[in-house]
């Protein structure tokens, strides 16, 4: 079975600090993994996803994270927190095909000015 | 614009009154997928469509219904409402892609139900 872990369910960082929010993983096969963020009162947005490609994975907003199979983690992380990053974040893996996504329990991110 | 959208956005009904949740993807999507979200506990899958008539339960179908007619709608349906069933809900739709997987998830706005 499938699952994630979302270490620190509130992270709060200084602007321009460097974040980090950290996904564990279980998979018996090699997963997809996807990093969503969720900004107040919107829906999901995908910020980044791995689908055995280049570990290392770019995505929006300066965001990047990497696939580290050894350690089953996919940490998400930013080098300098801006303001606008204030958000809830979610880590979720799929098998890929069937479509099924299974999530972390969310890390909500505070930036202070 | 590609979206999924969903009505209505907020709701407040009472236990038993059977409700209706719309959704409604432009994209052409073979994937659809309910989900409810509650503190601590990330995001939950209710039911998915892989197409048109094939509807499956996810995670926490009890209480719920879905129906897939349409290629673009997945209605949800709560037939008796219960306090339980409180959430905000969100609605998804992905593409299939060559070979059999599917591509990511798109959102919908998602819908705040409160059940008293």
């Known amino acids: 079975a499938q699952s994630v872990t979302q270490l620190g369910s509130h992270v709060s960082v200084s602007e321009g600090a460097l974040v980090l929010l950290r996904c564990n993983y279980s998979s018996s096969v090699p997963p997809y993994l996807f990093w969503y963020v969720q900004y107040p009162n919107q829906g999901l947005q995908l910020l980044l996803k791995?689908?055995?490609?280049?570990?290392l994975v770019k995505g929006i907003n300066g965001f990047e994270a990497e696939f580290k199979k050894s350690e089953t983690s996919f940490h998400l992380t930013k080098p300098s927190a801006h303001m606008s990053d204030a958000a809830e974040y979610f880590c979720?893996?799929?098998?890929?095909?069937?479509?099924?996504?299974?999530f972390g329990q969310g890390t909500e991110l505070s930036v202070k000015p | 614009e590609a979206q999924v959208t969903q009505n209505p956005r907020y709701l407040i009904t009472v236990t038993g009154k059977k409700l209706t949740v719309t959704c409604s993807q432009n994209m052409n999507h073979e994937y659809m997928s309910w989900y409810r979200q509650d503190p601590g506990l990330g995001l939950r899958q209710i039911y998915y469509?892989?197409?048109?008539?094939?509807?499956d339960k996810g995670d926490v179908p009890e209480g719920y219904k879905v129906s897939r007619k349409e290629k673009r709608n997945f209605p949800l349906i709560l037939e008796s409402p219960s306090p339980n069933q409180t959430s905000l809900y969100f609605c998804?739709?992905?593409?299939?892609?060559?070979?059999?997987?599917?591509?990511?998830?798109?959102f919908g706005p998602g819908t705040r139900l409160t059940v008293l």
């Open positions: 998804a739709s992905s593409s299939r892609l060559a070979g059999g997987s599917y591509n990511e998830q798109f």
């Open positions: 979720a893996v799929s098998r890929g095909q069937g479509g099924k996504l299974i």
């Open positions: 791995y689908t055995s490609a280049a570990t």
């Open positions: 469509s892989m197409n048109v008539e094939v509807t």
